[in-house]
């Protein structure tokens, strides 16, 4: 029988060298925390050494998940690229009017840069940088969903739904601005508007003015 001061505790003691709890934690959850430490310094103001303390890793299983920095940016960036197309995507195979599924883009595509302050951020500047990841690999993707978007509005202007006189390709470049520079320099649009662009209020304001904005550039004129 032993006393209460050598009673044994119920929790069994971590093996030597056995990971933590906070270093099982999942490969997304990895990419998550990156994704925003990678918007807020840029690829070479981030550090493994940084998301490591981020995410309350070790370095070395940091690279357990990705074995280099250029590995897990392109992650990050290939799983925000797609993550957009799949909006375009599911506004271009949705049923309606080509109106009412260009309506169900602007605010789908609203939503989804909405939802993550980083996305449009971290997307704009890997394009000013035009940096490796971008030259190699994510340029590909990029060029894929934007002709999928320049399908969409060729299908629009065929059925007479989108107004015809309009270069189709230019369509798409004037929507890149109109979707992702708000979110992109919110904290500028917050200072202009009085309300950040991914709070409740200013994100519902900025879908109804897309919707509308975008309305009046492709429809075509009776």
Known sequence: ?????????????????????????????????????????????????????????RKASLFHHFPSKDALYGEVLAALVAEVGASIARAQMGEGTFPERLDALSETLTDTLGSQPSIARLLVREALDHGPVMQRSLGPGIQQVLEVARAFVEAGQRAGAFDERLEPAQIVTSLIGVHFMPFAISDIVERFTGTSPFDAAGLAARKRAVVAQVRCLILARP
Do not use: H
């Not at 505790?9 to 990156?34: L, N």
């Not at 925003?36 to 309350?56: N, P, R, T």
């Open 1 to 57: 029988m032993t006393t209460d001061g050598a009673q044994k505790s119920s929790a069994a003691p971590r093996r030597p060298g056995a990971p933590k709890r906070k270093e099982r934690m999942k490969r997304e959850d990895i990419v998550r925390e990156a994704t925003k430490l990678f918007a807020q310094k840029g690829y070479d103001g981030a550090s493994m050494a940084d998301l490591a303390e981020v995410v309350g890793l």
